[in-house]
C-alpha cells in the first residue's frame, strides 16, 4: 500500500450522514478527484465496499495490475476504502479489484461514482473533471416561470442515439452535433421541453439506455461530458427546457456493474422476491438500506446540480410501489401489515421528492405510473409521494383505443373517449404519447388510424387537438409529430424523407401550431391541472361523436370553446350552448388547408344568440369539419 498516500475527503459528519441515509451529495465524496496531496498532483479514489478485504485500484497507469494501488479501509466501519495515488490524472482509465471476506469473491468493478465511462462494450472508469463554463444564466434565474405546473408543458421525448444519423458515417449525432440540429428542430416545432431517456452509461443498445451501469456518467457514444452539458446550455439558452429519464427501479447484473458490488448484495436487495426483477431480469435497488438510498438520492441531486436538468422523469414507479409487481402469488412478501405496498420504496420516493423540491424548487419530477395508486403527484405533507406530476396512462389506453376504431363504430364507444375526465384533476397529470406506444408491434400512432390515406391524417390532427386541449401537459414521442409510419427502431434513425410529402408536413405544422396555441392561451395552461380549467358543454352525442367543452383561464375574457368531430361527416348548422353572450370566432381548425385537410371552415365572426342550449343561456350554430377539431375564442 506504499504507493497509496492516505487521505480523505470524507469528514465525521460526511460518515454520519452516510451511515444514516441522509448524505446527498455523495458525489462531492466518492468516486475520483483529480486534487494535490502534499504538493503532489495525483486523484483521491473512494469506494463503499463493506465485506471486501481488499481493494486495488488497477488501471493503465499500473498495468491493471493489483497489490501495486492498495486503498485504505476507514477506522470508523463505513465500509469505505479511500487513498491518493500521485500521478494519476484526467484521462486515466481504471476499475476497482475487489477481494471479498465472503466465499473468496474476487471481481472487478467500474466506478459506481465515476464521471465518465469507456465507450461500450468497453467498461472501465475514467477519471474525469470538467471546467465547462455555462452560458444559461438568464435561464436558470427565470426557469421557475417555465417550469412551473401552471406554466405550458410540451414535451418532445427522444432517444439520442436514433433521432438522425449521419448515414455516410454509419453513426448517431454527437452531444455537440444534437446541440445545433436537435435544438434548433425543437425550438421550430415550438416544445417548451425535451425529455431524454436515458443518457446515464448503459452497456446494452437494445435496452434502449434502461439498464444502467454508470448512474453519474453521461454514456460516451456521443461524446465527453462537457459536450452533454453543451447540448443543455444550448437548449436553456434557446428557452427549452430539459427533462433526464432516471432509473432507480432496477439495474443490470453486468460483472462491471452494482451487482454483487463486494461479495455480497451491496445494492440490490439480498431477497430476491424484493430484489429481482424477473421482466426485466435485472436487480432491484433496495431502498431499506441507508447508503444505498443516498446513493440514489444524490444521484438525482447530481444531474440537477451539475448538469442543470429542469427534471427527472422516473421511471417505473408502479414495479418500486408494489411488492407483487409481475409475481404471481408465493413469488412476493407482504408488507408488515400484510399488505402488497413496499413501504421502503414508498419512505424512499417521499424522501427523494422532498429533497428535490427543498434544493430545487422550480424543477419538476414526473412519474411514470400506470395504477391507481393514490396521491402521487401531491405533496409529502398531505400524504402524498411528492412528485410534480404523473403520466395519465389510463387516457393514453383509452384514448388510443378508441380512435383505432372505424368512425362509424365511434358512438358505441364514446364513453372511452370522455371517461378521462371523472379522474383528469384527483392527480397533476401529463398526457403522454411516448416510446412505449409505437414499438413492439403495436404500430405507429398514425399506423393505428383507421381509413385511406386522408382519413388516417385527419384523425390523427384530430388526435393531437384533442390531446393539446385535454386538460394537462402532455408529450409526444419523437417522429410522431410528423406521422412516421414505421414502428420506431432504436437502430435506424427517423424517417425524414417523409417531410417531402404534404400530409407528413401537414402534421408537423399541425402540432407546431398546437404548441404555439397551448402557448399563447392561458386557458389551457393556467388551470390545466385543477377542475376549474375545465366544464363540459356535451359529451353525451353519440349518434353525431361530437364533444364539446370550455378550457377555463383565470380571466373569463381567457377561455376557449374546443369542439370535435370524431366522424367524417362533416356538421353543418351544429348548435352548440355557450357560457356568455359575444361574437364565437375561429381561431385553430385542424381541417385547415395548410394541415392537408378540405378547408371547411367557420365565418371569420359568428353572433352568438341568447338561445338556452346544453343547459347554457346562450348558444350558437357552427360547422364542425370531418373528423376535425376547431378551437373558438369570445369576443364582446
Not at 469507456?118 to 444559461?136: C, I, N
Not at 439520442?160 to 436537435?182: C, M, P, Q, T, V
Not at 439495474?251 to 452494482?258: I, M, T, V
Amino acid at each position: 500500500m506504499g504507493n497509496v498516500i492516505p487521505t480523505s475527503l470524507f469528514t465525521e459528519f460526511d460518515i454520519n450522514l452516510f451511515k444514516d441515509g441522509k448524505h446527498y451529495r455523495l458525489y462531492e465524496k466518492f468516486g475520483s478527484h483529480i486534487t494535490t496531496v502534499n504538493n503532489v498532483q495525483g486523484t483521491y479514489f473512494a469506494v463503499w465496499a463493506p465485506s471486501a478485504k481488499s481493494v486495488s485500484v488497477i488501471g493503465d497507469f499500473n498495468y491493471w495490475a493489483e497489490g501495486e494501488h492498495e486503498l485504505h479501509v476507514r477506522w470508523d466501519e463505513s465500509g469505505i476504502w479511500e487513498g491518493f495515488i500521485p500521478d494519476v490524472g484526467k484521462g486515466n482509465l481504471y476499475k476497482y479489484k475487489i477481494h471479498s471476506h465472503h466465499n473468496a469473491y474476487t471481481t472487478e468493478k467500474a466506478d459506481p461514482y465515476a464521471r465518465r465511462c469507456e465507450h461500450p462494450p468497453k467498461t472501465a472508469s475514467v477519471v474525469w473533471e470538467d471546467e465547462y463554463r455555462w452560458g444559461d444564466t438568464t435561464w436558470m434565474q427565470k426557469r421557475k416561470n417555465h417550469n412551473s405546473i401552471n406554466a405550458p408543458y410540451s414535451v418532445y421525448e427522444v432517444h439520442l442515439g436514433s433521432w438522425k444519423k449521419i448515414i455516410d458515417e454509419n453513426r448517431s449525432l454527437s452531444y455537440a452535433e444534437h446541440a445545433n440540429e436537435l435544438v434548433s428542430y425543437v425550438k421550430e416545432m415550438q416544445f417548451t421541453h425535451v425529455e431524454l431517456m436515458p443518457v446515464m452509461e448503459y452497456p446494452y443498445d437494445p435496452s434502449w439506455g434502461y439498464q444502467i451501469t454508470g448512474y453519474y456518467a453521461p454514456t460516451s457514444r456521443f461524446g465527453y461530458p462537457e459536450e452533454f452539458k453543451l447540448l443543455v446550455d444550448k437548449l436553456h439558452q434557446n428557452d427549452i427546457g430539459i427533462i433526464l429519464d432516471w432509473v432507480p427501479s432496477h439495474f443490470p447484473e453486468d460483472a462491471h456493474g452494482l451487482g454483487f458490488f463486494d461479495g455480497t448484495c451491496l445494492y440490490e436487495h439480498p431477497d430476491k422476491r424484493k430484489g429481482y426483477h424477473p421482466d426485466w431480469k435485472s436487480l432491484i435497488f433496495n431502498y431499506g438500506r441507508n447508503e444505498v438510498k443516498s446513493f440514489l438520492i444524490s444521484n438525482a441531486i447530481f444531474w440537477l446540480d451539475q448538469y442543470h436538468a429542469d427534471g427527472l422523469r422516473v421511471d417505473a414507479v408502479a414495479s418500486m410501489l408494489f411488492l407483487d409487481y409481475s409475481r404471481e402469488e408465493g413469488q412476493w412478501e407482504p408488507n408488515v401489515y400484510g399488505g402488497r405496498e413496499n413501504l421502503e420504496a414508498i419512505a424512499f420516493m417521499k424522501e427523494l421528492n422532498e429533497e428535490v423540491y427543498r434544493g430545487f424548487p422550480d424543477v419538476q419530477t414526473i412519474a411514470e405510473e400506470s395504477t391507481s395508486f393514490p396521491m402521487v403527484s401531491k405533496p409529502t405533507y398531505a400524504g402524498g409521494l411528492g412528485f410534480g406530476m404523473k403520466w395519465m396512462m389510463g387516457w393514453m389506453h383509452d384514448t388510443l383505443q378508441y380512435f383505432a376504431k372505424e368512425p362509424i363504430h365511434r358512438k358505441h364507444h364514446q364513453n372511452d373517449l370522455t371517461f378521462s375526465m371523472t379522474y383528469a384533476f384527483t392527480e397533476n397529470f401529463m398526457l403522454p404519447l411516448s416510446h412505449d406506444e409505437v414499438v413492439y408491434g403495436k404500430s405507429s400512432i398514425i399506423g393505428r388510424m383507421p381509413g385511406d390515406e386522408w382519413q388516417q391524417f385527419a384523425n390523427l390532427r384530430l388526435l393531437y387537438g384533442y390531446m393539446f386541449t385535454h386538460p394537462g401537459s402532455n408529450l409526444l414521442f419523437m417522429g410522431s409529430e410528423f406521422g412516421q409510419r414505421k414502428e420506431w427502431n432504436f437502430q435506424s434513425d427517423l424517417d425524414w424523407y417523409l417531410l417531402q410529402y404534404e400530409y407528413h408536413q401537414g402534421i408537423k405544422k399541425t402540432v407546431t401550431d398546437l404548441n404555439i396555441l397551448y402557448k399563447t392561451h392561458p386557458a389551457l395552461y393556467e388551470q390545466q391541472f385543477s377542475s376549474q380549467g375545465f366544464e363540459w358543454i356535451s359529451y353525451d352525442d353519440h349518434d353525431n361523436s361530437v364533444i364539446a367543452y370550455v378550457r377555463k383561464g383565470k380571466k373569463k375574457e381567457d377561455d376557449l370553446i374546443i369542439v370535435c368531430n370524431l366522424t367524417p361527416v362533416p356538421r353543418t348548422n351544429y348548435r352548440i350552448g355557450l357560457p356568455n353572450n359575444g361574437k364565437l370566432t375561429q381561431i385553430f381548425n385542424s381541417d385547415a388547408k395548410k394541415y392537408g385537410g378540405s378547408d371547411m371552415s367557420n365565418k371569420k365572426e359568428i353572433t352568438i344568440q341568447s338561445k338556452n342550449w346544453h343547459n347554457k343561456e346562450y348558444s350558437v350554430e357552427i360547422t364542425i369539419p370531418p373528423l376535425a377539431i376547431v378551437v373558438f375564442k369570445i369576443y364582446n
